[in-house]
């Protein structure tokens, strides 16, 4: 399994997922090469970016599967057909199952909105918006069985600014993650990402 071969997973805007092809178009994805997007709402706006950069999709909805593990094993048939290594979570709303986490345990990463452990779940930033909090950011994380609760690959924090509102807020997380994600994707498709126990070590 080459960790250079990437399937994006997302459900909705697909913004992060731009940012990952406009980062390979860069050169900064360094060996990593993003051959599929996975999606399960095949009307989001993500699946006609993937069609626009020309980037194979797999849409499927869940409710059309007897049970979330029956979707799952179309994915990671198709997943294995196409040798995919890394697997890059980008706004995909849904907790995974065994099914796709046991072949590809240690090769899943998410980001997420917030600096984990804290406003993990739905609605990152307005529920650090809602608490009052200064500081907040974003994590890129391994992927396990809970919501968000892997070990941290990285993060940046961001302040919060008097006024701030959740779509003024979110506005500079999404810069952050824009360049974030790709630095930990192309470490990851370079082999520098290691994992110890809850440690995760990134190679420089
Ligand atoms: C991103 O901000 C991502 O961090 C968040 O969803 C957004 C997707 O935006 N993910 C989570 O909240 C995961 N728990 P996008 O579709 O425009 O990339």
Redesign the pocket.
């Known amino acids: 399994m080459s960790s250079s071969r990437i399937a994006v997973f ?8 731009a940012a990952l092809i406009e980062a390979q178009r860069a050169g900064l994805l360094g060996e990593g090469s993003i051959e599929l997007l996975v999606s399960d709402r095949p009307e989001a706006p ?1 699946a006609q970016r993937a069609e626009a950069a020309g980037v194979p999709a797999l849409l499927l909805r869940p409710k059309d599967f007897a049970s979330r593990e029956l979707y799952e094993a179309e994915i990671v048939a198709e997943l294995q057909r196409r040798d995919i290594g890394l697997i890059v ?5 849904r907790l995974i199952t065994p099914v796709l986490l046991e072949p590809f345990a240690g090769r899943i990463i ?4 917030s600096l984990l452990p804290a406003f ?3 609605d ?1 930033i307005g529920q650090a918006i809602g608490y009052g909090v200064k500081l907040t950011g ?1 994590t890129v994380h391994f992927v396990d069985g809970g919501m ?1 609760t892997g070990p941290v690959i990285a993060q940046r924090s961001v302040a919060v600014e008097a006024g701030d509102t959740a779509e003024s807020l ?1 506005q500079r ?2 810069g952050i ?1 824009y360049a974030l994600y790709p630095e930990v994707v192309r470490a990851f498709a370079a082999g520098k990402v290691e994992l110890q126990g809850r440690q995760v070590i990134v190679r420089e």
């Not at 997302?10 to 997922?17: T, V």
């Not at 998410?110 to 909105?113: D, E, K, L, V």
């Open positions: 997302a459900s909705g805007q697909g913004s992060n997922f993500v979570l980008a706004g995909y709303m998410n980001i997420h909105p993990a779940g739905k990152a974003v968000d979110a997380i999404h993650e």
